[in-house]
């Protein structure tokens, strides 16, 4: 028995010439909530048809549950797809869609019938039984691609931005019941989603996917509050990326040259004397004052505009040439600016984030 | 003035259809219900002998054969038409156009010219013949020409266009997630096949076969040439009633009732297709 329900070693998978995929490494541990989180085009879709078996790897090995998979096709692995566009069999009824993987591997025909009627049960789809796919929801349709895709038991389960199709208020609803499904059934679920609040939401881990390989791997606060690099900073989350030279130092700080501001942000030990640093500070980090504040640093700008999203209010402060910071304060607190005003921005030294690349 | 334009736009095709299509067909029912002239022409009397008659054993024999040689020919035409659809429309898609063109190519000559090179390939000095004896395969030439194998042969090539394009645009259309998503379920590739992608492509097979089968039935001249007047199918005896018998109304009547058996199939289809309304996507 391995540690890790799914492993992918220095894996390659081209297209036309074309890495989609380009030397990724993965560990999945058994019972893991892992999330592939990237925009179109990473990769992270490729990365699960690997898994699944659909596409076979250019280079590299996966494991399942320590088993070697390479050469190994779908309908052999112990792996079941949630797919982006459900493929529901539109001639099936939603029982027999999801008693179809049951029927396959030739269970006993009582067996099928409790199996299928305790999964509709969980994904409390009961009453829909003999309705064909074209007479469902977005959301229940969803719910038959999950039911007959769980009712097998498989050792992982991979999910393809499986609610990409339903409407905000139903995918909120549905992440949380996912989550819910994964926490009580405790199988291994390797999902993929563009959407970074969703990743936030519902995951173990994180792997953010960039160009076909994994930019940082972690926990979703990890991600949040420690990105590697600018990429995963400005992906998850919004963020402010300033780019400057590490000038000075001092025993807490590293002080960092930017439009001609000093800026003090954390030490870390790769940083050199006039190397460059990359530093990300959230939105809602930045404060703005109209006058200079009493301290460490303050930086003088002007306020170019305010836009409004609800409890929260975006301010615009634009710094020397073409540079800018946005700020996001809570409306209800807002200082009472107005556009073209000279104000200062600041934020907490310790709640920047530094990255060497 | 306003209202009647949707009338208008469809009147030249109701024109077209009451001309070329309402009027012989009324003409061909008004006969088959008269009498036959003393010297083939048709005399203006009501009857119904010319139905009765065909209940003669011998045309109720004529009309099993054709209806078998019709089934033979559409079994012919799904076994090698739904694989080589299959492929078509699997393969990368600037191929696609190309390998459908080159089944269509032929059909560019008239039909009666490709049956007489179909005799020209087959009959006992024929090409095919000719060939096997020279590399000394045979020692006798094969009879080939002039049977019921010849007759199938001829027609399954004729009509392979018809059941392979309709085919071809339902197994197109089959979206490849359904046999991914079966294959991920656990379905052997012939299991998918099976459960998956033969059903869901089932009304191309449906449309393909009545294609292949209705025709079948009133093709004379191929079971004519090929078959070299021994085998009488359906289609010969109208043509015979008409040309060599000279008993119009009899003809006109075997051809009414081959005209309700079609319509028949076609509603039987019509209904299935219209249960399986999402059998096509």
């Not at chain 1, 309908?75 to 999801?98: C, E, G, K, W």
Request: glycine fraction near 8%; proline fraction near 6%.
């Amino acid at each position: 028995m391995s540690a890790y329900k799914v492993q992918l070693r220095n894996v390659v998978k081209t297209f036309d010439g074309h890495a989609a995929v380009n030397d990724l490494s993965l560990h999945v541990k058994s019972g893991e909530f892992l999330t592939l989180l990237g925009p179109s085009g990473c990769g992270k879709t490729t990365t699960l048809r690997l898994i699944a078996g659909f596409e076979q790897p250019t280079k590299g090995e996966i494991f399942i549950d320590g088993k070697q998979m390479n050469g190994i096709p779908p309908y052999a692995r112990d792996v079941n797809t949630v797919f982006q566009s459900y493929a529901l069999f539109p001639h099936m009824n939603v029982y027999d869609n999801i008693a179809f993987g049951l029927r396959m591997k030739k269970m006993a025909g009582r067996e099928i019938k409790r199996r299928v009627l305790e999964i509709l049960e969980l994904v409390r789809l009961e009453a829909f039984a003999s309705r064909r796919p074209d007479q469902l929801s977005g959301g229940q349709k969803q719910r038959v691609a999950i039911a007959r895709a769980l009712v097998n038991n498989p050792q992982v389960l991979l999910l393809d931005e499986p609610l990409g199709a339903l409407d905000l208020k139903l995918r909120k609803q549905m992440q949380m019941e996912l989550k819910h499904l994964q926490e009580e059934l405790g199988i291994t679920f390797i999902y993929v989603t563009h959407d970074q609040e969703e990743a936030l939401t519902m995951s173990d881990r994180i792997a953010v996917m960039n160009a076909g390989v994994v930019e940082q791997i972690g926990t979703p606060d990890e991600i949040y509050d420690k990105p590697a690099t600018r990429f995963v900073a400005d992906f998850v989350g919004e963020s402010n990326l300033l780019e400057g030279l590490a000038v000075r130092f001092d025993s807490r700080y590293a002080y960092m040259n930017w439009c001609g501001n000093m800026i003090p942000v954390p030490r870390a030990a790769w940083m050199r004397l006039n190397g460059t640093v990359y530093v990300s500070v959230r939105p809602e980090r930045v404060k703005i004052a109209s006058s200079p504040q009493h301290h460490p640093f303050a930086i003088p700008g002007k306020l170019a505009e305010r836009v409004y999203a609800g409890a929260s209010t975006k301010t615009v402060v634009s710094i020397g040439e073409g540079q800018h910071v946005v700020a996001s304060e809570a409306t209800d607190a807002l200082l009472p600016l107005t556009p073209g005003q000279h104000v200062f921005v600041y934020w907490e030294p310790e709640k920047a984030m530094v990255m060497s690349a | 003035m306003k209202k009647f334009g949707p009338v208008w736009t469809i009147s030249p095709v109701a024109l077209w259809i009451a001309v070329f299509f309402s009027v012989p067909l009324g003409l061909v029912l008004f006969v088959s219900f008269m009498t036959r002239g003393l010297y083939g022409g048709i005399e203006y009397t009501f009857t119904l002998d010319n139905y009765v008659r065909f209940f003669d054993p011998l045309y109720g024999k004529i009309l099993w054969e054709s209806v078998l040689v019709a089934a033979c020919t559409t079994s012919l035409c799904l076994l090698f038409g739904y694989p080589f659809a299959y492929i078509v429309a699997r393969s990368p898609r600037k191929y696609r156009n190309l390998l459908l063109l080159l089944i269509v190519i032929p059909f560019w000559t008239n039909s009666l010219i490709r049956t007489y090179a179909w005799i020209v390939l087959l009959r006992t000095e024929g090409v095919l013949n000719t060939a096997l004896m020279k590399l000394g395969l045979i020692a006798e030439p094969l009879p080939m020409l002039y049977n019921d194998g010849a007759v199938l042969v001829g027609l399954a090539y004729t009509l392979f266009p018809f059941m392979v394009l309709p085919l071809y645009a339902s197994i197109e259309k089959l979206d490849p997630a359904y046999l991914e998503a079966a294959g991920d379920l656990g379905a052997k590739p012939w299991q998918t096949f099976m459960h998956v992608t033969l059903p869901l492509t089932a009304p191309g097979i449906v449309a393909g076969s009545l294609l292949v089968f209705v025709p079948t039935l009133g093709l004379f001249f191929i079971p004519d040439l090929m078959g070299g007047s021994k085998s009488m199918l359906i289609g010969n005896l109208i043509k015979n009633q008409f040309l060599s018998a000279r008993d119009w109304p009899f003809g006109s009547a075997v051809s009414i009732v081959l005209m309700a058996l079609t319509l028949l199939m076609i509603a039987v289809y019509a209904k299935t297709a219209g249960n399986d309304r999402d059998g096509v996507i």
